[in-house]
Each structure stands twice: as C-alpha cells, then as structure tokens.
C-alpha cells in the first residue's frame, strides 16, 4: 500500500489539475510486499504513455482489461524474503496468467512471467512452482517484440 | 510528481496509521523518479526497513543525510517513457550517489547518481554529468542485490 504524508503534498492549482486530483512529490510504502509499475498507452491516435503505481497483483489485472490501451511496460518491485539479501528486486513482466495454486486451489492465483522466463506470484513474488496455467491474461510490450512463453499446462 | 484521485484512497482505522498519513492503492506517475529502500534508526522496532518513493532529488538526498538514516539498501532510478527517448520506460540499478558542484555554474550543488550499467547522472532531469561537475561528498554506495 502508498502512503502519502501531508509535508510531502505538491500543491497544483485547481485550473490545470483533474478534479479532486492531489499530487504529492513523495510517497512510501506501507507494507513489505511486492507492487508494479503499469504504463499503458491509449489506443487514441497520438497517445502518450501513462504510467501508473499499483499496490495489488488483482489490481494489475483489473488496469490492462478494462482500459482501452496496450500494456507497454510492466514491473514488479518485490522484496527480499529469504536468504541474507536485504532490500528490493525488480523484474520486468512479459506475461499474466490467471492460473491455479495446488496448494489453495479454491483461490485464484496469478503468475507473472519474467523477461527472466521465470513465474512469479504471491505477495511477495515468489517463483511459482506447480502453478498450473489457465488462461492468458495479457501480453506486455509490443506485439512483434514479445514472444509466448511455454503454453499452458 | 505522483498523482491520485479519492477512489484510490484504502481507508485504515486511525489506530493502525501514523497521525496525518493516508493510504491508497493506486498513483500515477510522472516524469522521473527514485525508488529507494532504507535502514532507518527510527521508530518502533528502532532499526527497520523503510521504502519510500521520491520524484526530487534533492528529498532523497536529504534523507539521506540524515542521522536516522542507516544504510541504503537499494535505490532503483526511474525514467517514464517520454523522458527515456527510448518510448518505453527505463530503470536502473543506483550504485552511488554523491553531492558534487558544477564550476561552470556558479559553483551550483548538483547531485550525481551512478548506475550499475556504469551511467553517471545528474540533477532532476537526469542529464549526463558534464565535465564542468566536480563530484565530491559519497553519499551512499549501494551494493548489487
């Protein structure tokens, strides 16, 4: 989750800012658990990109199937967990699968494929073994540069 | 800059937050900025893990020089994509950041970022560091991950 405290708010006047819309030049983060960074760019003609911090994977999901754009760029920003490593690590996202967990096969998992071609999910990002795959969600990147990973088992 | 509309806000018992904070499921972006990971000396438990997100570099080097603050644990530096020139967004490993001045601008203060690609940057707007900069002061190294 994002926190925003009140010393860090950048004031916008209210003529060149969308309604209701607050602005602020730093954020933290509440919680030590992965988040993304999404940037679409509408289908309008001469769109720009738009990028967008999203604390939840189900989030993600809900951003590139409801708006009308093409996923340009997605990364997760996960924390260390295991071993003696400490701080963060990244991985740019070719794939979304919603997918299964054999261990909690009652809730619906997601998988993130790496530009590592590795699977990942969970809060924290872990690699996800013997996920099973069952439905593409989306693609990421341009078209002719993303090449499917492994189909689904 | 981050920006964010009411819908996002996810609302939390005041009893679970520090006073004045909000939190929220969703910004959008602009520009450029820092994500970086910190040891703080303060707070409940004394040394813990903090992450912050900055859009100005002169935030994060204020943070850093601040004696609550015990190791940087990882920074990731943040280009969007209209900046990139690339049109697609670009992110880097920090590996050290330093003040420094720039001799052929009034001895103005510049702070200079050096990635684990070997690119070295400096200021707001990420320009290459010209040869008129002096780097001085090691703010922080930061090892690989």
Redesign the interface.
Known sequence: ??????E?Q?Y?PPEI??P???????????T?AAWF?L?VRSREPDA?????????DT?VVGAVTSLDADV??L?F?AP?VRGR??????R?IREIWAATDPAEPENPALIFVGEDGQDYAGIFMDRAHGFVRDRLVARV?PADSVRPSSAAT | ??????SFE?VVPPEL?QA???????????GQGF?V?V?TLSGDPPEH????????DS?LVHMLESPKIAAT??S?H?V???QSGAG??L?REVREIRRGIDRDAGDVEVITFKTADGTAFCGQDAIPVPPSVRQDRLLATIGP?
């Open positions: 989750m994002f926190v925003s405290m009140p860090y950048f916008i800012a969308p209701d819309a607050t602005y602020w030049r730093t954020l933290g983060i509440s030590c960074v940037s720009l990109l738009d990028t967008f911090l999203l604390a939840w989030d340009e760029s990364l920003v260390h490593k400490r701080g963060w690590f990244s740019q990147g | 800059m981050f920006f964010t509309f009411p996810y937050k004045g904070e909000t939190r929220w499921r969703s910004f959008e972006h602009m994500f990971a040891m893990r903090r992450t912050l997100l900055m859009t100005w935030d644990l990882h990731l943040y969007s994509p209209c697609e967004p992110y991950r």
